[in-house]
């Protein structure tokens, strides 16, 4: 479910956007409120170089970062058909038609194939500023048919999350969508060809609850917001103030459910010697 | 998301709005819950307990029973019926262990070869501290996942609030029914309110647009079949609702009898694959 959007004006304007596009030389971190040069801030993939705070980056970006040179990308024109002809604030299609206009993608995922360290990988990459990142028909679609071209040339497979989890415009479909690529992922373990999940900041809801918790490892970035239900709707329920740190990347790690908290400078080094693991090289 | 819409100047539900109608009839006081099916529907019920690694989360019960003198494992999500025993049940809304213990009883029945039936009736699955700390997130996942393998015959039914993921995490099915009067959705209609219009009451409106009864989710070929209820709805008449359940679960297991295990896993496999395909791409 996508509610956190409203608390969470950076999924309108993600912290990339204010980075990459203010005027000046310089920004100031989100995280230590110290003044960091964007050159500075570029070099180091967008990871503040005084504290580490990791800012939010495009899909694009996140490809860009792990592949060698140029990728192929897939199924790029799949554009939702609004199922239920649903209507919010504004009317679903309506939306979509922005959004594919300022991201210049048709919905919230790229599907990308190419080579890591030499290796052919399909990665799939969620874009947060697309509907805050959720899935609905296009995305069970797209990384489904990844997965099933992973299976057909034994690729190794990730997915890098940044989503509010299922689209709830498209509805019990959007739902569907979590069972679809799941029981692909079964058809890739059965197949031995590894899977990676990579959760950034934030990954909940329905995508957290399906591919996101599937992989032969699960990694994330430092500081991201993981989990089922987002932090509100649990204040709600419980009706007590959360702990500090509570659905971080290292409150993860700390109670079991992941393998590895990776600074996003180590990240492609790190992919590299996992997939050495599992698979030998040609 | 952040605009209030101008039906927000709209009012409370009319109590003639049907679809609003359907979501009380889904959360109905009166209506069977999943131990009364499990009593009713099956005989020689034995519930067996616990995930073998946490707890025992009583609100999925499951274990071997019988129907039409065959043996076949039944698991369900059961919301309680008085305030002690809502408590106790957690108003049906599973933790971690809950969705641990009924997938390690649905692969003892694949094991040994036993037709599985889940019945799915929740607001969700519990959103509190100790949940995400034993990775509810991750207990979910990881049914859709192993659903998706089970070598035997898998029939989910939405008998009342089919909430999300936490209720699609016994769903994975070969047959999907649904009661005439229950719903199935992404989110509930109040969560869905508050989203768009910042205002749970605006919840029926949330209903219409959500498409969650059981017709429209057969229209969009999401469920297989609409079990029919009761004139004015399944607690009108709990036994006419068993007869029709029995019914509708017998006729799905002979439908599925004749495929072989790696039929049913490919059954399975296909209906969710070709399922939900709503986008269109460029020949
Ligand atoms: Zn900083």
Redesign the pocket.
């Known amino acids: 479910m996508s509610w956190w959007k409203r608390d969470k004006p950076s999924v309108q304007t993600p912290a990339a956007d204010r980075t990459v596009r203010t005027e000046g030389l310089w920004v100031k ?6 003044i ?1 040069f964007k050159n500075d801030l570029e070099k180091n993939h967008q990871v ?6 990791h800012f939010k980056i495009e899909a694009r970006a996140r490809l860009e970062l792990l592949f060698d040179g140029p990728f192929e990308e897939f199924d790029k024109e799949l554009r939702s058909t609004d199922p239920l002809e649903f209507v919010d604030s504004k009317p679903y299609k309506a939306r979509l038609k922005q959004m594919q206009s300022s991201s210049g993608l048709s919905d919230a995922v790229i599907s990308a194939h190419g080579k890591l360290d030499g290796r052919d990988v399909n990665i799939c990459a969620l874009e947060l500023r697309f509907i805050g990142g959720s899935m609905g028909s296009v995305m069970g679609e797209k990384i489904t048919r990844a997965i099933e071209r992973s299976i057909a040339h034994r690729e190794p497979f990730i997915i890098i999350s940044a989503s509010g989890g299922a689209r709830m415009q498209e509805g019990a479909a959007s739902l569907m969508q979590m069972a679809k690529i799941s029981a692909a992922l079964m058809r890739l373990d059965e197949v031995h060809v590894p899977f990676i999940s990579l959760l950034t900041d934030p990954t909940t809801g329905g995508v957290t609850a399906s591919f996101a918790m599937l992989g032969d490892i699960n990694i994330a970035e430092p500081g991201a917001l993981i989990g089922f239900a987002g932090p509100r709707v649990i204040e709600q329920t419980i009706r007590q103030k959360l702990p500090d740190g509570f659905q971080t990347s290292e409150f993860l790690l700390k109670h079991g459910f992941l393998d590895a908290v990776v600074p996003r400078g180590e990240l492609k080094a790190f992919l590299s010697r996992s997939l050495d693991f599992f698979v030998d090289r040609a | 998301m952040s605009t209030p819409d101008s039906a927000a100047s709209l009012t409370a539900p009319q109590p003639s709005d049907p679809i609003w109608q359907r979501v009380e009839l889904a959360r109905h006081p009166k209506r069977p819950l999943a131990l009364d099916y499990i009593e009713r529907v099956f005989t020689d019920f034995e519930e067996f307990h616990g995930d073998r690694a946490y707890a025992d989360d009583s609100a999925i019960v499951g274990g071997p029973a019988r129907f039409d003198n065959r043996p076949v494992m039944v698991i369900g999500q059961h919301k309680g019926r008085d305030t002690k025993q809502k408590l106790q049940r957690n108003f049906g809304m599973p933790k971690p262990e809950g969705y641990r213990k009924a997938l390690r009883l649905m692969k003892m029945a694949s094991k040994f070869g036993r037709p599985i039936v889940t019945l799915l009736d929740t607001p969700g699955a519990y959103p509190g501290i100790d949940a995400e700390e034993r990775g509810q997130a991750e207990a979910i996942a990881v049914n859709l996942r192993e659903m998706a393998r089970l070598e035997v015959p898998v029939i989910a039914i939405v008998i009342g609030e089919g909430g999300s993921g936490g209720a699609l995490a016994l769903g994975v099915a070969n047959r999907v029914y649904m009661l005439e009067n229950s719903i199935y959705s992404v989110i509930s209609p109040e969560s869905c309110a508050a989203i768009i219009w910042r205002d749970a009451g605006q919840k029926h409106l949330a209903a219409r647009a959500l498409r969650l009864t059981a017709r429209d989710l057969l229209g969009l070929g999401i469920i297989d079949k609409v079990i029919g209820e009761p004139e004015g709805g399944a607690h009108e008449d709990h036994e006419k609702t068993f007869e029709s359940m029995g019914a509708a679960v017998r006729a799905g297991l002979e439908e599925l009898a004749p495929l072989t295990r790696a039929q049913l896993v490919d059954d399975r496999y296909q209906k969710f694959r070709r399922m939900a395909g709503f986008f269109s791409e460029p020949q």
């Open positions: 971190c989100d995280e230590c409120r110290q960091i503040c170089p005084k504290c580490g705070f």
